[in-house]
């Protein structure tokens, strides 16, 4: 262990006793604050005891308190969605994305973006070359 996290939990310990922290929010530092936590609960690798204990539980008080109305309560749970604010780049040709790239045929590669939302290799079919699922075989790629 290194000399600061030592002396971190050292601090921990020995500030136990001292005053808890009182948060005053407004309802739209609230609902900022949710939104906040909401993001960082929803990253599939965020599912520690952490996150799953104070931070959910904390995010579900707040939640509790801005749910106010049906719009707020709306909005408030709309927050949970998986991949919520979350674009996904997508080729608006082939449907390939980021993740899952379609084989530029035309440089033996995986395709990349040529514009933002058209993938290199249906741009180069669009442009008289070789598309998508198509083999490159008398070097007509650029
Ligand atoms: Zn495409
Ligand atoms: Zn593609």
């Known amino acids: ?35 906040n936590l909401q993001l960082a609960l929803r990253h599939p690798a965020n599912r520690g005891p952490s996150a799953r204990g104070i931070a959910l539980e904390f995010a579900l008080r707040v939640q509790r308190y801005l749910a106010a109305t049906p719009a707020i309560a709306a909005a408030c749970q709309a927050g949970w969605e998986p991949g919520r604010g979350v674009q996904v780049r997508r080729c608006r040709a082939c449907g390939c994305v980021e993740d899952a790239a379609c084989p530029d045929d035309g440089t033996g590669r995986p395709c990349s973006w040529a514009e933002p939302d058209l993938c290199t290799a249906c741009a180069r079919r669009a442009a008289g070359g070789i598309g998508p699922g198509e083999k490159a075989s008398d070097g007509a790629a650029q």
């Open 1 to 35: 262990m290194i000399a600061l996290e030592r002396q971190f939990l050292d601090d921990m310990k020995r500030l136990r006793s001292r005053e808890p922290l009182a948060l005053v929010l407004t309802m739209g530092e609230a609902f900022t604050l949710l939104a």
